[in-house]
């Protein structure tokens, strides 16, 4: 147990919808990162954010968006959702600097 | 644009035996992560590597870093069954306290017994 906490485990959608997965860092993280996995594009990193603010983007569609709160847990939300978003997400935290580790992931799928 | 390339994507091998898996990154960096990952569960961390010429050893893996040659190894020594599961590198090439990690494309192992 990696400590980092996510919910819900799994989400079945249909297509144009939105949904909202939530991730809780390990305790004393200021760093939290999304990831998604899918057959295709492998691992792919989303969005970081650190103490509340965004400090690293990489492949997030405009569909979708990221918050952290001033708890320090953060929520993804993908909206207008097709049927190639179906993927694992993580959620990952770590210190400043330090290495991630992973919570036990969200599978989407959208049918 | 960094990239991360692992081979064998796939790899069968006897219990007992040994092996390598290799990872290859095209941009320079000294920081770099090795995950295991179990079929649909989450990424578990084995091994971060922080400076040319890093070995690690945990049971019978051992990784091991070249910055110079942009390429690190995962070598399984006298593999067991409980070893089969998909491994990942990750490199981090972002600044302190902007860290991102981009993957390599696994490798799945599966150790025959």
């Known amino acids: 147990d990696s400590g980092v906490t996510q919910t819900p485990k799994h989400l079945i959608t249909a297509t144009g919808q939105r949904v909202t997965l939530r991730c809780s860092p390990r305790s004393g993280d200021l760093s939290v990162y999304w990831y998604q996995q899918s057959l295709d594009q492998g691992l792919q990193f989303l969005i970081q954010y650190y103490n509340g603010e965004e400090r690293a983007k990489g492949n997030i569609l405009e569909r979708f968006s990221a918050q952290q709160f001033p708890d320090l847990h953060s929520e993804l939300n993908l909206s207008s959702l097709e049927l190639g978003d179906s993927a694992l997400y993580f959620c990952a935290s770590s210190r400043r600097g330090d290495e991630q580790f992973f919570g036990p992931g969200t599978r989407l799928t959208v049918l | ?113």
């Open chain 2, 1 to 113: 644009e960094l990239k991360v390339e692992q081979n064998p994507l796939f790899l069968s091998m006897q219990e007992g035996k040994n092996y390598t898996i290799y990872c290859n990154y095209s941009t320079t960096s000294d920081r770099l992560y090795w995950y295991r990952q179990d079929p649909g569960k989450s990424l578990e961390s084995l091994f971060v590597l922080l400076s040319n010429g890093a070995v690690k050893q945990e049971g019978r893996l051992m990784a091991s870093l070249d910055t110079k040659a942009r390429l690190s190894t995962l070598h399984i020594t006298a593999a067991v069954h409980d070893l089969s599961a998909t491994y990942f590198c990750a490199v981090d090439i972002s600044s302190f306290g902007n860290e991102k990690l981009t993957f390599g494309t696994g490798t799945r192992l599966t150790i025959i017994p």
